[in-house]
């Protein structure tokens, strides 16, 4: 074979001879020659003059020469391509002189010609050989092992990744999906370039090609044929996998259709020859549109990376050389848990903060990813337990998580900025119309901007934190400052007024009351040697925000256990003054996780936070939930049928009131095309109305999830995910509560289908109310029970209905009004006898509150009344006041509301037709 070729290289190059007669003639006759000086002279050969049938030749040789050549005659080749084919320097100065001197365009692009090592043009011309391109990828792997014995090869690199990035730009990129049907020389292929999780041969690899849960994609080019230049192993699972060890040894493919995660777990560049050359950078993108386009169940897509610096990286940290020190000899695992923190923390570091040269992140596979338009999501420990893993990492590895409408974006903001802070939770948390998105990241920075303002105005673990102030995502980095020091957060409606604010201070006398900076004026005097007064503002600004600009942030969080007071909520009583709900950190963690699990809610939902966020439904459970899950909340200051609509096809969940639903029912719009992206509707706080719940499935085809919950116990039932979601019932108790129904009289449990008191007990269950002991008690049975007050009933088919309530409370929009609270005030109001508050039902609220007075005598002006409320909060005064001569009671005396309720039923109905 060898001798054939030199005789076919012989009679070529006789017949260039022939054409050309001249020095040349000399050199080629050279080429009878060994293998190194064949291709030496076959390279001189092909910068010479010569045609392109010619050339096409020659190239063949020269490659067909150089495959014969072992490690040191290569070392020589190469060390010749570089001296024989660089610049020529004083072509260059020429040419520069000659640009100089007469500087246009013609001159610039002689300079450019000259400036260009001849080697590129060697290079391109070898390339004309036939299946020359794959020849000369497999050359420059050669030449990246040469330049570990002769760095000065360098220059010759730069001419191959030069090159080597316009023949392999993105364009010419073909993705196709492998199965097990593909040719056998590509499955063998793969298995012999697959790195990052080796396999063990055919049954492995046939068990990552399985139909059901699997998928292979793979890059070509034209000009390397069926080489699989790049190749991404997808496996299908239900939720965010955090260890490899089951993706790799699941013995028998899952459903398919209970899949909504697609895990990216192996990605390989088969060729070392294209190291560093970049295909572009969406080729992720691509892999997750086709999948999207396939499956369109999947929600997440996602991958379990190997992070494959860390190893190297902590090594060089001074401050690791106890973790070292803990993992060097191996884990058992009663030590996961304790070195779990440490090793997170670690690698949350080394990703965001270890850069290569040029800022972007040291570790190869963070940079692949971010430069994809991903961001990092979460790390996981121990995570891959092979040998090679531990080496490197650890253990340790990480999901980076690529969201569809956000790979663009990301990839900027990389590109852009080289991603500094926030790589590692560059998700965005908060997204609000019109104004920038806020990420984990950011939160995380205003948060401890926040705890180190707390820490300097003398906020100490314990203290309560009292707040009122517009919602903003500022505002929830308040609570979370507060839990951090160990505060005790006290969110206060914003629509209290002065006199209300007074009674929560008198009676929690928090450390620092923040309220809005345009409130400031009425509640400057409430500051002194305890109380401190700052301002927030819906934009972020005010004095608190200025504190915490030039306060040292605080990092560290007090330790805090389950029995921990968390935070305060205040609730009106039946009977004078409100009560402060005390809620732990364990009610609020355990509630959190009760419903993350029920409502399958994660990372990928975007949920639409319409919500208030002074209370249990918006703060604690929307709220908490969104930030835990790492999910993004679209955050509104209100709550616009419209707008909420037109959010939808970016949505996931919706979470609210029953108002909201009337009022999206009300619009035209809301159909199934607007709702098609929701997954979720979740409604609490008041009734649903059954019809609604009929009528929002016909129109949309989603069943909305009722749940039950009140601010003492944070939530109770739930009606379930998969299971009929009844209209008109509350569903089961979540995970961990008890709930049971009582006799009123006896407190024994009823029979089932009876109605009764609903019971609950439970991690959920509040502590007890701030300073009030005898009250407490009151709603405790001794059995450790909690007495909701309302009244329900639990049938045979285990759900919980609510059909009353035994205390007076009215609900409107979703806030509890205390009759109690509202006939004083208007009791002690000159003229008046003495009134009756109720609820009455409201096309819009629910229930609006109302009121029937009785005059001392003579008549009262009903506007005259409502105007002189103005000490209550707007949602808590009358709706309407109706003027009588007396109030309906029975033999005992006492008031008979059912009666007022019944006369007056339609008061609204009317007034809205
Ligand atoms: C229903 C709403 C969307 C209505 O708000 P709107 O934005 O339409 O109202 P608005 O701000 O434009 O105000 C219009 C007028 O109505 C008054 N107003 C506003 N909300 C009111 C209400 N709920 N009841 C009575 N009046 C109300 C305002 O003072 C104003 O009066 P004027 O015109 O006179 O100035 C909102 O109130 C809301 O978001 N409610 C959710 C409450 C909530 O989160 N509850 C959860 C509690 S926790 C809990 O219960 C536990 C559990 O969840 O299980």
């Known amino acids: 074979m060898g001798k054939q070729r030199l005789g076919f290289l012989s009679d070529f190059v006789e017949a260039i001879t022939r054409r050309k007669r001249g020095g040349e003639a000399e050199t080629l006759k050279a080429l009878a020659r060994p293998a190194s000086e064949r291709a030496r002279v076959a390279c001189a050969v092909l910068m010479g003059r010569i045609g392109d049938a010619a050339r096409v030749a020659v190239a063949e040789q020269a490659l067909s020469a150089y495959a014969e050549l072992d490690a040191e005659e290569r070392l020589a080749f190469f060390r010749s391509l570089r001296d024989d084919h660089g610049v020529d320097a004083e072509a260059i100065r020429t040419a520069y002189a000659a640009w100089d001197a007469q500087p246009d365009a013609a001159g610039v692009a002689h300079l450019f010609e000259v400036v260009e090592p001849a080697r590129q043009t060697l290079l391109r011309r070898l390339n004309m050989a036939p299946g020359a391109t794959l020849r000369l990828v497999r050359m420059r792997q050669d030449l990246l092992a040469a330049m570990r014995v002769d760095p000065d090869l360098a220059p010759i690199d730069q001419d191959f990744a030069h090159l080597f990035a316009s023949w392999f730009n993105r364009g010419f990129l073909t993705m196709r999906r492998i199965d097990w049907n593909a040719p056998a020389a590509i499955l063998e292929k793969l298995m012999e370039y697959e790195s990052v999780h080796q396999m063990q041969g055919w049954p492995d690899l046939k068990r990552r090609l399985a139909d059901n849960d699997r998928r292979l994609y793979a890059f070509f080019h034209p000009a390397t044929g069926d080489e699989p230049l790049i190749f991404v192993e997808v496996a299908l699972t239900q939720g965010m996998p955090d260890a490899i060890g089951p993706i790799l040894t699941a013995p028998d493919a899952r459903e398919p259709a209970a899949a909504d995660t697609a895990v990216f777990y192996s990605i390989n560049n088969s060729l070392p020859g294209l190291k560093g050359v970049s295909f572009g950078n969406f080729l992720i993108k691509q892999v997750v549109a086709q999948l999207s386009a396939d499956l369109p169940e999947l929600r997440c897509y996602v991958t379990l990376s190997p992070v494959p610096g860390f190893a190297a990286w902590l090594a060089t940290q001074d401050d690791a050389a106890g973790l070292r020190g803990a993992l060097a000899g191996g884990w058992d695992d009663d030590a996961v848990d304790a070195l779990r923190p440490q090793v997170l923390a670690w690698g949350a570091r080394y990703i965001a903060q270890a850069k290569a040269r040029g800022g972007l992140p040291a570790d190869p596979v963070a940079r692949f990813h971010l430069g994809n338009g991903a961001c990092a999501h979460r790390l996981n420990w121990p995570a891959d337990l092979a040998p090679s893993a531990l080496k490197s990492a650890h253990g340790l590895m990480i999901n980076y998580l690529y969201e569809l409408d956000r790979i663009e974006d990301r990839h900027e903001a990389f590109v852009r900025d080289g991603e500094t802070a926030e790589v590692m939770q560059g998700k965005t948390l908060f997204e609000r119309p019109g104004q920038p998105d806020i990420s984990f990241a950011r939160m995380r920075g205003m948060v401890e901007a926040l705890a180190g303002a707390l820490t300097a105005a003398g906020v100490a673990p314990g203290d309560r934190v009292a707040v009122q102030v517009e919602k903003s995502p500022e505002a929830i980095a308040l609570y979370l400052a507060t839990l951090q020091v160990g505060g005790i957060f006290l969110p206060l409606n914003t629509a209290y007024t002065g006199a209300e604010i007074d009674y929560f201070i008198g009676d929690a006398a928090p450390r620092l009351f923040v309220c ?398």
């Not at 959010?647 to 159909?671: C, E, H, I, N, Q």
């Not at 049938?795 to 009353?804: A, C, H, N, S, T």
């Open 516 to 913: 809005d900076p345009a409130q400031l004026a009425s509640h400057a005097h409430r500051a002194g040697d305890t109380l401190t007064v700052l301002t927030l503002g819906a934009d972020g600004q005010g004095t608190l925000a200025e504190r915490a600009a030039a306060a040292t942030p605080r990092e560290d969080a007090h330790p805090c256990g389950p029995d921990d007071r968390a935070a305060i909520l205040y609730t009106s009583g039946t009977t004078g003054r409100s009560k402060g709900a005390v809620l732990t950190h364990g009610n609020l963690a355990s509630n959190t996780e009760a419903l993350l699990e029920h409502w399958r809610f994660d990372a990928n939902d975007r949920l639409i936070h319409a919500l208030p966020i002074f209370h249990t439904h918006g703060l604690f459970v929307a709220a908490n939930m969104a930030l835990v899950a790492g999910a993004t909340m679209i955050f509104l200051t209100r709550f616009d049928a419209e707008q909420a609509i037109d959010l939808m096809d970016r949505a996931t969940v919706l979470m609210g009131v029953p108002t909201f639903y009337t009022r999206l029912l009300k619009s035209p719009r809301l159909d199934r095309e607007t709702t098609a992206n929701m997954r979720l509707f979740v409604s609490g706080s008041a009734p649903l109305l059954a019809e609604d719940h009929r009528a929002f499935t016909e129109r949309t085809g989603h069943r909305i999830l009722e749940r039950y919950g009140m601010t003492e116990t944070c939530m109770i039932t739930s009606n379930p995910y998969d299971g009929d979601r009844i209209a008109g019932a509350v569903g089961m108790a979540l995970p961990g509560i008890t709930v049971r129904i009582t006799d009123r009289e006896t407190g024994a449990p009823v029979a089932p289908g009876e109605i009764g008191l609903i019971e609950v007990k439970g991690p959920n269950v509040f502590e007890g109310y701030w300073n009030m002991p005898e009250k407490t008690a009151a709603e405790f049975r001794p059995d450790g029970f909690f007495i909701t007050g309302d009244l329900g009933t639990i049938q045979e088919d285990g759900y919980l209905r609510i059909v009353g309530r035994d205390k007076d409370l009215v609900i409107s929009g979703g806030y509890n009004v205390y009759p109690k609270e509202v006939e004083e005030a208007i009791d002690a109001l000159p003229g008046v006898l003495e009134s009756a508050v109720i609820g009455l039902p409201h096309p819009d609220l629910g229930e609006a509150v109302t009121a029937i007075v009785v005059p001392k005598s003579g008549t009262l002006d009903a506007d005259e009344i409502r105007a002189a409320l103005s000490d209550l909060a707007r949602f808590k005064q009358p709706r309407q006041v109706i003027v009588v001569d007396a109030l309906p009671r029975n033999v005992m005396g006492k008031v008979q509301k059912a009666e007022l309720r019944k006369a007056h039923a339609g008061l609204y109905s009317q007034a809205m037709a």
